[in-house]
């Protein structure tokens, strides 16, 4: 049973306009959710990351915001950039899950120039 | 530098023979993972390991095998019992901290049976 979901397996955004990535869990107990981006047969790489006891993290470009009510998380990036397109999981740890990492199915986005 | 080294990164495999793929980390975390990536379905976890000697099975650990012998490594066995092999495998490490912090991935390994 999935734990995490991405419903959305794909976006295109115009370069400068905002993407919109979102993210829903079902675990309560998770109390670390993070983002991931990933190219073609390489390893993901870390985003960015947020506690359970914030609902928002900004880095840059990127912001995450969670809903804990909703079970909800969602990765803004503004202005998109070319260079942003790639596949992206939101991943999710903690509480009675032990050490653990979920992650999502993802979702591949195409910013377009 | 410090980072996480999967080897090799392409494997070829004939059915019916095991293979071993390698995951070595200089990041001194405690805990180490291998998830398995096929398309559409994300990253699903096969095994972890929070401490030398131990492990904990995944998601879908059948037809897989793990060791730890010590604390940098952590190769993962694909054996014949595993029905479909082919996909992309990453080993992952983190600390064992709090507050926690993200998990580190290897560039994955590319396993096709033929």
């Known amino acids: 049973d999935q734990q995490v979901k991405q419903n959305s397996p794909s976006l295109s955004v115009q370069e400068g306009r905002i993407s919109i990535l979102n993210c829903d869990y079902t675990?309560?107990?998770?109390?670390?959710f993070l983002w991931y981006k990933k190219y073609p047969a390489e390893g993901p790489t870390f985003l960015i990351s947020?506690?359970?006891?914030?609902d928002k993290n900004e880095d840059g470009r990127f912001t995450v915001f969670l809903n804990k009510s909703a079970k909800h998380l969602s990765l803004h990036i503004v202005p998109s950039q070319p260079g942003d397109s790639a596949v992206y999981f939101c991943?999710?740890?903690?509480?009675?899950?032990?050490?653990?990492?979920?992650f999502g199915t993802g979702t591949s986005l195409t910013v377009i120039p | 530098d410090g980072g996480i080294t999967q080897s090799p990164k392409y494997l070829f495999r004939k059915e019916g023979q095991n293979v071993t793929l390698s995951c070595e980390q200089n990041?001194?975390?405690?805990?180490m993972y291998w998830y398995r990536q096929d398309p559409g379905q994300g990253l699903r976890l096969i095994y972890y390991?929070?401490?030398?000697?131990?492990?904990q099975k995944g998601d879908i650990a059948e037809g897989y095998s793990v060791s730890r012998e010590k604390k940098e490594s952590f190769p993962l066995t694909v054996t014949s019992a595993q029905k479909n092999p082919t996909a992309f495998y990453l080993c992952?490490?983190?600390?064992?901290?709090?507050?926690?912090?993200?998990?580190?991935f290897g560039q994955g390994t590319r396993l096709t049976v033929v």
């Open positions: 992952a490490s983190s600390p064992l901290t709090e507050p926690r912090t993200e998990a580190f």
């Open positions: 675990n309560s107990m998770f109390d670390y």
């Open positions: 947020i506690s359970s006891i914030k």
């Open positions: 991943a999710a740890s903690g509480g009675g899950t032990g050490n653990q990492f979920y």
């Open positions: 990041l001194n975390h405690d805990a």
């Open positions: 390991s929070q401490i030398v000697n131990d492990f």
